[in-house]
């Protein structure tokens, strides 16, 4: 086994992480502060969220410079300290490479638009005589994909907010760019990189797209053959030089993308997030809380997990809604919601990623209004829906239920003044359900969702059954999802009840792990609400 494979890797965003200087934004320091705490739960490597300087319009998915980090989150000196002090604690750093596009105050941007030498085409600009859109593509973020420059008098590609420049890799020397980028950081000890959208790099054409709901012009960049070159080509002059891994978050990917992006015969990139298993509640479910499928859920994953030999596995991210209050009954069950996604997330073959806050249960926001939203997906939809004359409470209810804030709210160390995140006003609004779901009350709680993700962790590390084992579904229906892991003749059965009632199952066996305290043994057929049992 590789070393990612037996990794726990744990997903920061420093923004909402840690405040140590009390200017309401999490910062560097804040991460040194917490090592131990996060060495104690069991996290062998850290996904940073971009640290990189930017104008934060997409909370640094927007980088105005690779090399230097954004001064809110502190100095390159704290990023070297980070480095040494997570390695003396075995937990290894991985940066996120953020290579579609730049911002737009980016000096290559700058230069681009003034047209000087190389730089001109570092972008995908596009004359429009008659100020038309050059073309009817749409943006991830729901606006028009073109903006116009009124310093080149010319349209520029924008998959993503109008401050995040499409790169253009047609162009040579911006591949060149970002090895140079890419070995900078590897050089400085990290090891390895979560790609940002990697599978959208390329665009074939700029022609029209088909006619869609949602992201025209997809079918002319999406996975295409010239993706997969430059991808390999990172790999074969960077990555290879390297003891390094790499995820590759993969917008709409296939179960045979995912198969040709992870081959390790193509030597392109390790694992990669997949996103059909958080869309089976897209749009009606998510936005009008109808109940998830499970049956659903129970079958995709079991397709990537039949699919792939290996691959990443993630719940929660800082795109994504929190588990519990999307999969389970953050109200009645909380405790054992929490426990049950540990459950699923740690003994499914892969790695498993946890987002900041997950091991302590943290839930959606509480927000009552538009005015506590932050991100700029939230606020664009908004802007589009008033557009269409949406009513004001409509438009409420789909941001509350889709917005990416709901994971970005700051962390809950303690039921003090701001959850203990910060001394002075957080940039975004901490939840109120801090006073009861925080760190301090769960470190030394044995029956804490953190303790049992520790529990969990360390049964991880220690089970060659669920490192090294084939998976096989055994039981999906509307509640339940039962599954195998089996490795050289042993296998362990794991059994997960996503609703409120009691269900009965199939399998039965002696119980190892239970997310209820009771300790009993015997496992006949039955799973409490919520309950999620490992057996033998
Ligand atoms: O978050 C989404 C839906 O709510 C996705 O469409 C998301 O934009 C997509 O998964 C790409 O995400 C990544 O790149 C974006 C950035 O805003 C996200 O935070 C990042 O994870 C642009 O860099
Ligand atoms: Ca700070």
Redesign the pocket.
Known sequence: MKWWQESVVYQIYTRSFQDTNNDGIGDIPGIIMHLDNLQDLGVTVIWLSPVYQSPNE??G?DISDYRRINSEYGTMADMDQLIIEADRRGIKIIMDL?I??TSTEHEWFQKSRNRIGKYEDYYIWKASPNKELPNNWTS??GEKSWSYDHVREEYYLHL?AKE?ADLNYHHKDVLDEVKDIMRFWLDKGIAGFRC??INILYKNSLEDGKKSLILIGAEHYLNNNGTHKIIRELHSDVLDDYDCFTVG?T?FATLQDGKDLTDSNRKELNMIFA?EHVEVDQFMVKWFKKPISISKLGRVLSKWQLGLEWNANYFE???QLRAISRYGDADQYHNQSGKLMATLLLTLKGTPFIFQGQELGMTNFDYKSMEDIEDV?SRNINQLLTDYHVPKSLRWKMIKA?S?DNARTPMQWNDGINAGFSMSQPWLKVNSNYKTINMEEQLNNTSSIRSYYKELIEFRKQSEIILKGDFRPKQITKHVFVYERRYCGQKLTIALNFSNKTRKIESRGLIIKTNYNESYRLFEGELKAYEAVILE
């Open positions: 997409d909370n998915y953020v579609n596009h991830f973020f993503f995040q940002d959208v978050e917008v996103f991210c800082h795109d997906e889709s990416r």
